[in-house]
């Protein structure tokens, strides 16, 4: 049957919305809009972190990761009202947290969460710290965590660690099926402790209206970098790269690295720091783009920035770690630490108009394949089937 004659079933996404909007926020917000435009009856039920501040802020997020979420009530109460067969969750830390899976289960609905990193063992998600992958915390062991101050002081490392694994039993009951934005992401994620016959594996996807209609990469006049300016993204290796080759780089992003960035930039006329760009000025800036680069050095899972460069019709330099090579294509992959080869990649590719419109519209036609909406749809159908099978 085709999945456009097959039942609809009604969705509830559960997202609790991080202190700075990002990827996941993007992704619930894409997912409810596919699917309305699909026809299926969906609601949106949030909380934020964005409250979480101050003693009494962090003491109730304390309370929820130790309880387990606070006011489940609301979620059944959702669930009843909108008459949901599927609960989507994305985030749940720290105010939703098991319970209320718990309490979609006990209304009738089925459970799918959306792992888009790796917080059901990591504290701090991303599996990453000191310069290299972190793996020292599994299963419910979350005590690494503890030791490390991964949250930056005690009392926030010992609550959350203590959190996430009184949790993971609870998420595990509760959930039917689990999404992964890369086979990559669900790799790391067995390596952690979750049960490989959980998973299905389902990459982001962008809108049909983001994806250009031809590449124009040969006319670009600059390398681009998007995304938060901290370590793990990996950007020092790319700005010395940009030097040495001669590249034009333009940096759009801000964060806690943009002083030392900054510094290491101050004697590369070539690089160019714009701060953080809106959507549209982002758009912009790829549209005048030779080619894009993601040099990252954690285990991203499915990071947007790689695959809106794709649908943009750029060529993609990606670090071989995580979901890049996925992405990407191994063929498009350079060691995460090694300036030479970035800079030796970047002047190849700057130096041959040609060869950027080419890889330019490979990675578009591979981006329409890989990354589009009825590919996405289709897929999770599958999940939702599974789940209301199980």
Not at 21 to 40: M, Y
Not at 374 to 382: A, C, H, K, V, W
């Amino acid at each position: 049957m085709n999945v456009d004659e097959q039942p609809k079933p009604s969705v509830l996404l559960l997202h609790n919305r991080y202190r700075e909007p990002g990827g996941e926020e993007r992704s619930v917000a894409a997912i409810e809009a596919l699917l309305s435009e699909r026809g299926h009856a969906v609601q949106v039920l949030e909380r934020s972190s964005q409250a979480l501040t101050g003693p009494l802020g962090m003491a109730r997020g304390g309370v929820a990761m130790l309880r387990g979420g606070l006011r489940p009530a609301e979620v059944r109460a959702a669930v009843e009202r909108t008459g949901a067969d599927i609960v989507h969750v994305h985030n749940l830390t720290p105010l939703l947290g098991p319970r209320a899976l718990a309490a979609a289960r006990t209304s009738g609905a089925r459970v799918v969460m959306h792992l888009h990193n790796y917080r059901l063992f990591c504290s701090i998600a991303i599996a990453y710290r000191d310069g290299e992958t972190c793996m020292r915390c599994h299963g419910r062991d979350t005590l690494p965590g503890v030791r490390l101050r991964c949250r930056g002081n005690l009392p926030e490392s010992l609550v959350y660690a203590a959190g996430l694994s009184a949790q993971q039993k609870r998420v595990l009951a509760a959930v039917d099926r689990f999404v992964v934005p890369s086979h990559a992401a669900a790799t790391v994620l067995e390596r952690f402790g979750m049960p490989a016959d959980r998973m299905d594996v389902l990459h982001n996807f962008l809108p049909a209206s983001e994806f250009v209609q031809a590449s124009n990469a040969n006319q670009g006049e600059h390398a681009l970098f998007a995304g938060r300016l901290v370590e793990e993204k990996g950007l020092d290796t790319v700005v010395e790269a940009a030097a040495r080759a001669g590249v034009p780089l333009l940096v759009a992003g801000e964060g806690p690295q943009a002083g030392h960035l900054r510094g290491l930039a101050a004697g590369a006329a070539v690089v160019r720091f714009s701060g953080r760009l809106n959507a549209a000025q982002l758009a912009e800036a790829r549209q005048r783009a030779a080619f894009a680069v993601v040099p990252s050095r954690w285990q991203e899972p499915c990071p947007y920035v790689a695959i809106e460069g794709m649908a943009a019709g750029l060529p993609v330099l990606a670090s071989d770690v995580g979901g890049l090579p996925e992405l990407v294509g191994e063929q498009a992959t350079l060691p995460a630490r090694s300036p030479a080869h970035w800079a030796a990649a970047m002047q190849q590719l700057w130096g041959n108009a040609d060869a950027r419109l080419e890889q330019g519209q490979a990675a578009l036609d591979r981006a329409r394949e890989l990354f589009g909406p009825e590919r996405f749809y289709s897929g999770l159908m599958d999940v939702y089937a599974r789940a209301l099978a199980a």
